[in-house]
């Protein structure tokens, strides 16, 4: 039994937390304020129930601290607003992630004017979240992942083109993306779908997609898309 | 015969100014300093020819100076290194610019430390080349297409995926973007690959694109490949 921490408990983490919980892991997820995230009584704008609607039908996750979930999590699932990260994963205390592998699926978009299109300044074309979240902790294995897409698409690949469209994967640690494609496999991505870049810098380059991946949303009203990357070599890219 | 200018005469500006001769336009590529471009014996390290080896044998295409084409054409094509498009469009002289189509396939590369992964600081996130161009030159209609892959492919679509395939175009005269569209047919690409993003200002995610474009190229060695957008709308993206 897998037991599994998610940094943050919003409509992404919750895809994540069922999915995961449908894959007989342990989920705890992370919060800065339980009772006031039980007590939430806002709507996302999205049309997701309640934070607490949802928890009681999901019994089996647990909600804790980032504190609580980062003990408890033997990986780390960050799914926190870019901008909050940091934060987040300071309140989970170091000595809780350190040696464990962070799967870092946060993009660090710049929502300081309402909706976006852009990056933190800070965290784009010569850094990025995840280089910067791996700079944090060095003992801790960060791999960036499933970033480039709707979070429905993440844990349920199959929805779309026959399930052929791409992932991609960014780690300094061989090991740590070796057991992250592991996971992928059990969310449903297959080997061939998965396409290693390299260390933790590449990932610059999937978090720049975001600009485009949000103009191609505004362009045709719809997030249900995702690449599927078409090359002249027929076994892989 | 449409009269058609390309700023710059490396092997991208090549496959342009050829692919354009077979489709019957009048061509003349720009370039800084004719007698030097026809002089040069240095390859450019791809495996491609000369300049004047390939000019050689392309003789219906013209050459001449910046000025030279920027007059010569009825329509612009910028295939400049991003670096140099400002400095290339102000050798061109305004004059020889205003009120014409000015399609934008350059990227704002930052190539100060060699081989890169990224853009021009100044020129990504919050600002792109699409945008520096439209803002210098007001007067000319700015439509930035066929920056988000290798260059053989801009001109034979059909060679990958059954040409299936995408390519996006964004600029802020619908009237412009509606001529540039049938010159996008004429290489190849139909109304259904084309993706209309919007105004100049969307460019900037295609831009952005360019450290992932860079990174798939690093990861699998390959230039050769191009994304399909695949989404759970049948009819389009």
Chains 1, 2 share one sequence.
């Not at 599994?4 to 894959?23: E, R």
């Not at 019994?59 to 601290?65: D, F």
């Not at 991609?168 to 449903?188: D, H, Q, R, T």
């Not at 380059?205 to 690449?227: D, H, K, S």
């Amino acid at each position: 039994m897998k037991i599994t921490a998610i940094m943050g408990a919003g409509s992404v983490d919750q895809a994540y937390a069922s999915k995961f919980i449908t894959l007989g892991y342990e989920v705890m997820m992370g919060t800065r304020n339980v009772t006031e995230k039980l007590a939430g009584n806002v709507k996302d704008g999205y049309g997701n129930p309640l934070f607490s609607e949802w928890y009681s039908v999901s019994k089996t996750v647990k909600l804790g601290t980032f504190e609580e979930a980062a003990l408890f999590g033997e990986i780390i699932l960050n799914v926190t607003m870019g901008v909050n990260s940091i934060n987040a994963l300071k309140m989970a205390d170091e000595k809780n992630l350190n040696r464990k592998i962070l799967i870092d699926v946060a993009n660090p978009l710049d929502f300081k004017n309402g909706i976006t299109t852009s990056l933190l300044p800070e965290l784009s074309n010569t850094y990025s979240l995840g280089e910067e979240i791996q700079q944090t902790y060095p003992d801790v294995r960060v791999v960036k992942t499933l970033n480039t897409m709707w979070n429905g698409l993440m844990v349920n690949r199959a929805m779309l083109n026959g399930g052929d469209h791409n992932v991609f994967i960014c780690g300094n640690s061989s090991e740590a993306k070796g057991k992250v494609k592991e996971i992928l496999k059990s969310l449903g991505w297959p080997d061939n779908n998965i396409i290693d870049l390299g260390d933790i810098i590449s990932g610059r380059g999937t978090e720049m997609y975001l600009p485009l991946w949000l103009r191609i949303f505004g362009a045709t009203g719809n997030g249900v898309f995702n690449l599927k990357i078409v090359s002249n070599n027929e076994s892989s890219v």
